[in-house]
């Protein structure tokens, strides 16, 4: 599932990009979550790790170049797309790595293209990437492992997170969020504030009991609230894997 966060002090605007991002991924058959703004105090105040944002640059408070730079320093993966009426602030957020420009007034047909450019970016040649993942354990060894490899986080406490491959298991120390951060979401879902899970790895999800059956047997519970976003998130992997 795909998050999206858009952020605009006009609300009509924020309507009109929600109906028209809503109507193209629906099309997509993409699952998406938006969450709507109105300040860049908002959105910096909320936890959620986004994978797309639409950000206008002239808002009251804290315009939209500096919400950027201080989502950058969490969040350096999300695909920013800039909303304004003045070119002269393209260079002045060139810093941010911004994915796109929408001059206002926009059309449909805008947001829909760079949306479109954004899906080519994401999944071009995505199956043949090799992903691969830092190991910082806690008795001081550092080595890559492939994403592929990990079944899935598991939080200890006191910044300890255990990492369980399909043979072997490590310590890191790291939290869950920094973690999550550097994952490929394609493939890992946080079913409950103590795990990363790696749906590649996943043998069945038990809605009864609502817990998470790994293909090695292991149990990961499913916190309230998190269930839909599991199965969204696994759907749509089983999908993209089907193509």
Known sequence: MLKIAIVDDEYDQIQKINQVVSGFFTEKKIS????????????????????????DIQM???????????LRVNNKNAA??????YQDYIQQ????????????????????????????????????????FMIDTIDDRHFNVNMNEIMYFSYKGERITAV???????????SLTAIYEKLN???FVIPHRSFIVNLQHIKEV????????????????IARGKYNDVIDSLSSYIADEEV
């Not at 009251?60 to 950027?68: F, L, M, R, V």
């Not at 920013?80 to 009426?85: A, D, P, W």
């Not at 369980?164 to 790291?174: A, G, L, T, V, Y």
């Not at 998470?212 to 990961?220: A, E, F, P, R, T």
């Open 32 to 55: 998406i979550s938006v969450d709507l703004f109105t300040s860049g105090e908002e959105l910096l105040n909320d936890a959620t790790i986004y994978d797309i944002i639409f950000l």
């Open 164 to 174: 369980f491959m399909k043979d072997s298991s490590f310590e890191i120390k790291n």
């Open 185 to 187: 979401h394609d493939y």
């Open 80 to 85: 920013m797309f800039y909303i304004t009426s």
């Open 93 to 132: 957020s060139m810093t941010i790595h911004p994915f796109a420009f929408i001059v206002k007034p926009f059309t449909d047909e805008i947001v829909r293209k760079n949306l479109d450019d954004y899906l080519k970016y994401k999944y071009c040649d995505k199956k043949k990437q090799k992903e691969l």
């Open 60 to 70: 009251a408070g804290i315009d939209g170049i500096e919400t950027g730079q201080r």
């Open 206 to 221: 038990d809605g009864k009991s609502k817990n998470i059956v790994m293909k090695n047997g292991d149990l990961v519970f």
